[in-house]
């Protein structure tokens, strides 16, 4: 008998992990997938030519095991064992929506390959909600969070500069990496030409300056490598093996086991409360339960409430914890992929050295400052100005030594700018469980239903049509506007499946990311946004993970459940 | 597949050597000689993808796209024997289909007959009209040779720059005019 389950290790199950042993409660991390030796399996101390056929993975293989996961930009033989095989995991799509799953099953899941952009969302995505009436009111306030968001920044390392905007508060910084100079010209044009624009430096999960709690852990200051997604041997910026596990593990309170796939949870009717967990060992498939007083959900939105629809029940014939059938409902990703770029001109005389792992971001001005009536919320913009490199020449004709002279030098400045906008919760869009297809450990299939909205689509010419707007003010050239890939889930931000909600026969948790209906059963992961703004989500996740965590322990200790 | 296995009888060590006759001393003089690994390892897959008579073109081709000058040159990078290599461990069977007939296609120039000085620009004028129309096998062979010669040792460190470790940012650094590029 567990004090606490925690049901995935990844960027929000890691926080969890350590704040529970950190209070003393004996942890049991279940990882659906393979174990991950932080820097003995990361492959960062190999040049380009030391990579299997350069990093691309073969195109068959990638075809017919990775045939999603090989969307992802940062899929390549660096980093393939972070990938699960869709080939062998399987899910399915409703007719005509597409939703592209990026799924990393081992320890440390996605904060092993994440993007490392770490936003506060502010005030007004907590009260979004409940001013426009699309989704559930929040039961908490931004207030709520903020401690919650030092407590992590702190620890995590957060790299930004202090702007003092409304709609992205500041945090607790390390010093913010630099823009080129060709990014703080595009700023000051793109300032100049609406003063209520900003942009600023990314903010980042990198260690600028290695603080003594990163050093004690074996964290580093970041080399500027920019190898993050292959892992980081230096610890440099955060993930669950760099930073939470390691601080869960030297309390001496958790274990941690892998290969251990959750197939439900054990609800007690008589006590209502959940008792435990049901495990299909992912090797042998043999099947086990672990107990214990309190159970975390942190196997990522869909996941979450893939085990929570299979945690059916005689008193819960819905699934577990679903009296309001909010589960696997609202299922949101940012809008992302959409954006433009072009050459920037000038500046030939000067170049970048290093390689930055992080780049400029354009907070939302939509409906914060600039009121738009097409539609409700807003989108941020990332991007970057650097030099182009020889894969110019691809598309250049010439051959021979002056060609070869020509890509020996840095080419013009580039600029692209990637919208991610923020998705409206609709109940429609949804997760269900397959009514007849299992995966070979027995366990209903999910079944994603879930394509992008009125308000959603308008956005998404918005971002287009502002992108375009911006570089060509900026005096950018051979402008090329991307179309929108036409499905979801490579902004790789889904949420909402579980979410927090004042009414509990509306929503699913209540303000401490507790069950509305199975008082010893919390989720602080992305099934818990009610909404999502339009920032990177992981440090929300974090923050709600340490604050849940925080009230979990506090209940237990009172007896409360 | 079109693989010198395939022709029996034939010793491709020695046909290989006069590849390298053929084209000069590229070949003989990259250093641990990735094709005398590969043909004195052989693995489960086949030694070679190409037969050494489209190894030759693959050579030549290669290496009047970037040639050596103060810097090594695509073979000198090894740019040939990875890009067989790719057909072997990474190609899709579309793929090993479409590179086999370009690498064809590029034999018929016959550049091996050809003077020095007209080579060049029979390559340049097939790139050219390749690149005119977007033809996309020629355009994603142009950008595997690119990637195999620039993501070489050779290519990211003596051509270009490369450091494994940068150590720091630095975001505005004044240029010298002759200063080369960051392979990555």
């Given at each position: 008998?567990?004090?606490?389950?925690?049901?995935?290790?990844?960027?929000?199950?890691?926080?969890?992990?350590?704040?529970?042993?950190?209070?003393?409660?004996?942890?049991?991390?279940?990882?659906?997938?393979?174990?991950?030796?932080?820097?003995?399996?990361?492959?960062?101390?190999?040049?380009?030519?030391?990579?299997?056929?350069?990093?691309?993975?073969?195109?068959?293989?990638?075809?017919?095991?990775?045939?999603?996961?090989?969307?992802?930009?940062?899929?390549?033989?660096?980093?393939?064992?972070?990938?699960?095989?869709?080939?062998?995991?399987?899910?399915?799509?409703?007719?005509?929506?597409?939703?592209?799953?990026?799924?990393?099953?081992?320890?440390?899941?996605?904060?092993?390959?994440?993007?490392?952009?770490?936003?506060?969302?502010?005030?007004?995505?907590?009260?979004?909600?409940?001013?426009?009436?699309?989704?559930?009111?929040?039961?908490?306030?931004?207030e709520d969070m903020a401690p919650w968001y030092d407590h992590v920044e702190e620890f995590a390392g957060i790299s930004g500069s202090k702007e003092g905007l409304a709609q992205l508060p500041d945090g607790h910084f390390l010093p913010p990496m630099e823009l080129t100079g060709t990014e703080i010209d595009f700023k000051k044009k793109i300032e100049a030409a609406w003063p209520t624009r900003k942009l600023i430096i990314g903010r980042a999960a990198h260690l600028t300056q290695a603080q003594p709690v990163h050093e004690e852990l074996g964290r580093i200051s970041c080399q500027y490598r920019s190898l993050c997604e292959r892992g980081c041997s230096f610890g440099s910026y955060f993930s669950s093996l760099s930073s939470t596990l390691p601080a869960a593990e030297r309390t001496g309170n958790m274990t941690v086991i892998t290969n251990a796939i959750v197939h439900s949870v054990i609800y007690d009717p008589k006590t209502g409360k959940a008792t435990g967990v049901r495990v299909i060992d992912a090797k042998t498939k043999q099947g086990r339960t672990y107990e214990a007083k309190v159970v975390f959900l942190n196997a990522s939105a869909i996941g979450t409430a893939q085990i929570l629809l299979n945690s059916k029940s005689e008193a819960m014939p819905n699934g577990l914890a679903n009296r309001s059938d909010a589960v696997g409902r609202y299922l949101v990703d940012h809008i992302s992929g959409v954006g433009a770029g072009g050459i920037y001109p000038g500046f030939e005389t000067h170049y970048h050295h290093g390689r930055r792992p992080n780049g400029f971001y354009i907070p939302r001005y939509r409906n914060v400052t600039e009121k738009t009536d097409e539609f409700v919320r807003g989108f941020g913009f990332q991007g970057g100005i650097l030099r182009e490199t020889w894969k110019r020449g691809t598309a250049k004709p010439g051959v021979g030594a002056?060609?070869?002279?020509?890509?020996?030098?840095?080419?013009?400045?580039?600029?692209?700018?990637?919208?991610?906008?923020?998705?409206?919760?609709?109940?429609?869009?949804?997760?269900?469980?397959?009514?007849?297809?299992?995966?070979?450990?027995?366990?209903?299939?999910?079944?994603?239903?879930?394509?992008?909205?009125?308000?959603?689509?308008?956005?998404?010419?918005?971002?287009?049509?502002?992108?375009?707007?911006?570089?060509?003010?900026?005096?950018?050239?051979?402008?090329?506007?991307?179309?929108?890939?036409?499905?979801?889930?490579?902004?790789?931000?889904?949420?909402?499946?579980?979410?927090?909600?004042?009414?509990?026969?509306?929503?699913?948790?209540?303000?401490?990311?507790?069950?509305?209906?199975?008082?010893?059963?919390?989720?602080?992961?992305?099934?818990?946004?009610?909404?999502?703004?339009?920032?990177?989500?992981?440090?929300?996740?974090?923050?709600?993970?340490?604050?849940?965590?925080?009230?979990?322990?506090?209940f237990l200790k009172e007896g409360r459940i | 597949m079109f693989s010198s296995d395939e022709l029996p009888g034939l010793d491709r060590r020695s046909l290989l050597r006069n590849a390298i006759m053929l084209v000069g001393g590229g070949l003989a003089a990259t250093p641990g000689g990735a094709i005398a690994k590969a043909v004195t390892k052989p693995k489960?897959?086949?030694?070679?993808?190409?037969?050494?008579?489209?190894?030759?073109?693959?050579?030549?081709?290669?290496?009047?796209?970037?040639?050596?000058?103060?810097?090594?040159?695509?073979?000198?990078?090894?740019?040939?024997?990875?890009?067989?290599?790719?057909?072997?461990?990474?190609?899709?069977?579309?793929?090993?289909?479409?590179?086999?007939?370009?690498?064809?296609?590029?034999?018929?120039?016959?550049?091996?007959?050809?003077?020095?000085?007209?080579?060049?620009?029979?390559?340049?004028?097939?790139?050219?009209?390749?690149?005119?129309?977007?033809?996309?096998?020629?355009?994603?062979?142009?950008?595997?040779?690119?990637?195999?010669?620039?993501?070489?040792?050779?290519?990211?460190?003596?051509?270009?720059?490369?450091?494994?470790?940068?150590?720091?940012?630095?975001?505005?650094?004044?240029?010298?005019?002759?200063?080369?590029?960051?392979?990555?």
């Open positions: 008998m567990f004090d606490a389950i925690v049901v995935g290790s990844g960027m929000s199950g890691g926080w969890v992990a350590k704040e529970l042993t950190e209070k003393g409660l004996k942890t049991l991390v279940l990882e659906r997938g393979h174990h991950v030796e932080h820097g003995a399996d990361y492959k960062d101390s190999l040049a380009p030519w030391q990579l299997e056929n350069f990093g691309m993975v073969p195109e068959e293989e990638a075809d017919e095991h990775y045939a999603v996961q090989k969307k992802c930009y940062a899929f390549s033989t660096a980093n393939q064992d972070f990938w699960v095989k869709d080939s062998e995991h399987p899910y399915t799509t409703a007719e005509g929506k597409p939703f592209m799953w990026i799924r990393g099953y081992h320890l440390g899941g996605r904060s092993l390959m994440w993007g490392r952009q770490s936003y506060r969302l502010s005030p007004m995505d907590f009260e979004s909600n409940a001013k426009d009436g699309h989704g559930s009111d929040w039961p908490i306030r931004y002056e060609y070869k002279a020509s890509l020996r030098r840095p080419g013009p400045w580039r600029v692209g700018l990637g919208g991610f906008g923020e998705m409206l919760p609709r109940p429609e869009n949804r997760v269900t469980l397959h009514p007849s297809r299992v995966d070979q450990w027995g366990i209903p299939l999910v079944h994603i239903d879930a394509e992008l909205g009125p308000n959603d689509r308008k956005m998404v010419d918005r971002m287009r049509a502002d992108a375009r707007e911006m570089l060509e003010r900026a005096g950018v050239q051979d402008i090329h506007v991307g179309e929108h890939y036409g499905g979801l889930g490579l902004g790789i931000h889904e949420a909402g499946t579980a979410h927090m909600g004042k009414d509990p026969t509306k929503s699913v948790l209540n303000k401490y990311n507790q069950s509305h209906d199975v008082s010893n059963l919390f989720i602080t992961d992305g099934a818990a946004m009610a909404s999502t703004g339009c920032q990177n989500p992981s440090l929300t996740y974090m923050a709600m993970s340490a604050r849940g965590a925080h009230y979990a322990a506090e | 489960k897959k086949p030694a070679r993808f190409f037969s050494p008579a489209q190894m030759v073109v693959l050579a030549t081709v290669t290496d009047i796209i970037i040639p050596r000058t103060d810097t090594p040159g695509a073979k000198d990078a090894g740019v040939p024997q990875n890009f067989d290599a790719l057909m072997r461990n990474w190609a899709s069977a579309q793929h090993q289909a479409q590179f086999n007939a370009l690498v064809d296609e590029l034999g018929g120039l016959g550049l091996a007959k050809l003077p020095a000085g007209q080579r060049i620009e029979a390559v340049r004028k097939f790139d050219a009209d390749k690149l005119a129309v977007f033809d996309e096998t020629y355009v994603k062979f142009k950008e595997l040779v690119l990637t195999l010669y620039y993501l070489s040792e050779a290519g990211a460190t003596k051509e270009l720059r490369y450091e494994l470790i940068p150590g720091k940012w630095e975001p505005w650094t004044e240029m010298a005019p002759d200063a080369r590029a960051w392979a990555v």
